[in-house]
Structures are given as C-alpha cells and as structure tokens.
C-alpha cells in the first residue's frame, strides 16, 4: 500500500490526537527511576509500557536510537518491534537518530530508516545538514518515494548548537536560515504541508530566522528543559501551527503507570492547543 505524504498524514494526526511527540528515551536514570534495570529486561519492559500507553493517543512517537543502539543487536530489536507496534496502533514514528552523511554512505542511511522494506521504516527520521544540505539528497529522494518525512536540525536547544547554526554564510544568511531556506524550497507547493520539517528548540526564545518553511517544526524543550506550550507562539510566531512540540522526560516521569503517562501526555497536548489556538 502506497503512504500519503508525511505532511499530509502528520496534518491528520495532529488534528485528530493533538500536537504532541512524545519520545522513548530508556537512558539508565529513567529505567531506574521505574524500578527498571538497565539491562536489556528493563529496556524492554520500558519500551513496551511506553508504547502500549501512548500509541494509541498520540500523534507521533520518537524513539531516540541511540538509548537502543547501546544495548547492541538485542537493543536494536527491541527498537524494530517497538516502531512496528507504535506504527500498527496508529501513532507516527520519527526515529530520532541525527543521521548525516554522503554518498553511499547517507544511501544506507536512507535505505535504513526510509525504505519500506526496512525492519527500521520510520514515517520519519532526523537528519544532520552541517555536511551540506546537498548531502541529505539521498535520504530526501528515498522519503518521497516511500511517503515518509524527514525532520533537519536547523536551531537546536543546546547551547553548543549557535556556534555554529548562528554562524553567517557567505550570502550573510545564518546557517540555520540557510538550511531553512532549503527546506522551504523542498516543501514548494505542497499542501496541506510538505514533508521536509525542521528542529527548532522551543527554548531558543525568539528564534531570529524566518520559520515559514511550508512544513512541521519539531520543538523540542517542552517539559524537562525549561519551556512551556505558552512560550511557542513567542519562539515560532506565525508558523507555530505548524508546531510539534517533543516532550520526553516531561511525561515518561510518571511511569511506569500506564493511566498516568496516558494523562501527562493529554494535558500537554491539550495545553498546547490552547497556546496555539488563535494565532
């Protein structure tokens, strides 16, 4: 069955169940604050509670990789029945996993996260564009054909980010509106938006560059690391209906009661209607 274009289908979503991603990050403190070991046993358990509380109601899942990566080839099954089972109870999957590369090399990585016929298909994946935004080709080409998205790093939440997202080109453009712009050109006429998105921390304050890429705007930020849904509109302005805002730790604390992720993860994407609502 061929996919609608992630835009498309992350519209649907958002509209349907609210705009919230909430990611799957077992990191050791997380996995002991659930009474888990940091084993594989507990990877498992974490990841299963997460994904049978929340999949069902969310608008999209991000597992982040790396937290998987670490356990190896058992780690990395975990990770392929998680998205399978996310998938099939509704929710979109975006593999956080900051891939960048070129050549061939970014081919695997496309073939990876984007083929269908992949353990790994995600509807969407993270992608790093500081080899180049022409090096992401392969993964952008791959996404298109399989109706999945990709979502770029433009202005990240960490402070180490600016030194070089914040650096100016050679056009006077600063990096991230540099990639932005190409992002936009990517997005160019569809509707109800394109499938190319950005990752624009929602801690930046105002974020200084022209966020109208015609796509999503993943946020993350929201919860643990300081911001609120009441400060999107300040950091994303016109385009914040576009917003996704990520939590991880913000709702993953109150687990593993599954009742209680469930309502940590409604009051946010309620709050963050409310924000949005209106602008």
Known sequence: MTLAPFGARLRHAMDTRGPLCVGIDPHASLLSAWGLSDDIAGLERFTRTTVEALADRVAVLKPQSAFFERFG???????????????????????????????????????????????LFSDAVTLSPYLGFGSLRPALDAAAVSGAGVFVLALTSNP???????????DGRSLAQLMLDHMAAEN???????SVGAVVGATLGDAGVNLDINGPLLAPGI??????????????????????PSVSRGVLRHGPDVAALRESATRFADEVRAAVSGV
């Open 73 to 119: 080839s058992r780690g990395i099954a975990v990770l392929e029945k998680a998205v399978e089972e996310a998938r099939a109870a509704g929710a979109l999957v975006l593999m956080d996993a900051k891939r960048g590369d070129i050549g061939s090399t970014m081919g695997a990585y496309a073939a990876t996260y984007l083929d269908k016929d992949s353990p």
């Open 160 to 170: 180490e980010g600016a030194e070089v997202q914040r650096s100016t080109a050679a």
């Open 188 to 194: 160019a006429g569809a509707t109800p938006m394109g």
């Open 223 to 244: 919860g643990a690391q300081g911001a609120t849904p009441a400060d999107l509109p300040g950091v994303f302005g016109r385009a914040v209906g576009n917003v996704v």
